[in-house]
């Protein structure tokens, strides 16, 4: 009781002699960075339902047309829209060896050099070495399509024979969309691994490991779900790229799986037919939007894997 009557002269003397309770300041900077971060994030998402729903109508056009039926579409192997041959697997299975062969080379390069830089490197070295991976990152994707039609190309006819690897192939594609997207598998990995807490490497190195033990047994387990969910943005990065395939992987659809061979993947293909003379309403014009709804469609279920992955093997430090 003594208390509680000493307590209530002071708040009445620190509101001018009447006790009032506390009043929610309304803070008019915090409220506009809210308004406007609501609005982006609303921009967002309309635009991608905006997307999807063109998809759907465009595509709903393709496939209501007589000469178009889905069990052609999904169970044959030529595409040849000009004679009605609507098969979509010679455009899926360039894309699909293009993206293998990008993330053959991505995937190692791009952990190993997260590794180094979140466990190798200096102070002074990480500062030099990332923004120089940021300039790779930001080189526009058409100067590495004439890179892979003027270097690699050459370099793998130099090394595997003219006769056996043609001047439009889908590995030079691959292996250039592999180094195109190794910054960004570094830079989503490494930043997974450097938010694992030093308190594990200093357990490991209590134990005994080395260095290395401790950054691949330790380390890298810890930050499973972020590698993982680098690798599948990474994917997902790889499937949808355009400039690189439209230039150096081939200009007609192939059903093959031999990577020295000329190929149209689904995007090469997209960019091909929408910069042609095809009139509008057309089945040419409208099949490109079953292919890029095909292809959202594919990169939506990766992303959702990704999602999924993330929040099962989940590590919260405190």
Not at 67 to 96: K, Y
Not at 114 to 132: C, G, M, N, Q, T
Not at 241 to 251: P, W
Not at 269 to 284: A, E, F, K, P
């Amino acid at each position: 009781m003594k208390s509680d009557a000493l307590v209530l002269p002071r708040m009445q003397v620190a509101s001018g002699g009447n006790a009032s309770p506390l009043r929610h300041r309304v803070r008019w900077g915090e409220r506009l960075i809210q308004g406007f971060l609501f609005l982006c994030g609303a921009v967002s998402i309309l635009t991608t339902v905006g997307i999807v729903a063109v998809l759907g109508r465009e595509s709903l056009l393709f496939f209501a047309s007589p000469e178009v039926h889905l069990s052609e579409f999904f169970g044959t192997t030529t595409w040849q829209p000009a004679i009605e041959r609507f098969g979509i697997w010679p455009l899926v299975t360039a894309t699909l060896i293009t993206s293998s062969i990008a993330m053959l080379v991505a995937l190692p390069l791009g952990l190993a050099v997260a590794i180094y830089l979140s466990e190798y490197a200096s102070d002074k070295a990480r500062a030099i070495l990332k923004p120089v991976m940021e300039i790779l990152a930001g080189v526009p994707t058409v100067v590495y399509g004439y890179f892979a039609l003027t270097f690699m190309t050459p370099l793998l006819r130099s090394i595997f024979g003219r006769d056996v690897v043609e001047i439009y192939n889908t590995a030079s594609a691959g292996i250039v969309i592999g180094i195109l997207i190794i910054p960004l598998v570094s830079s989503m990995a490494e930043d997974a691994l450097r938010a694992v807490p030093d308190s594990l490497r200093q357990a490991a190195y209590g134990l005994g490991a080395t260095k290395l033990e401790t950054a691949v047994r330790v380390v890298l387990p810890a930050a499973l779900s972020g590698v993982t969910a680098a690798f599948i943005v990474a994917i997902s990065r790889a499937v949808g790229e355009t400039m690189v395939v439209a230039i150096a992987a081939g200009a007609g659809p192939k059903f093959t799986f031999n990577p020295f061979e000329a190929a149209e993947t689904m995007t090469g293909h997209i960019v091909r037919i929408s910069g042609g003379d095809l009139s509008y309403d057309s089945i040419d014009y409208n099949s490109i939007f079953a292919i890029g709804l095909l292809l959202f469609v594919m990169t939506l279920t990766l992303n959702v894997i990704s999602q999924r992955i993330v929040r099962r093997f989940r590590e919260v430090y405190e």
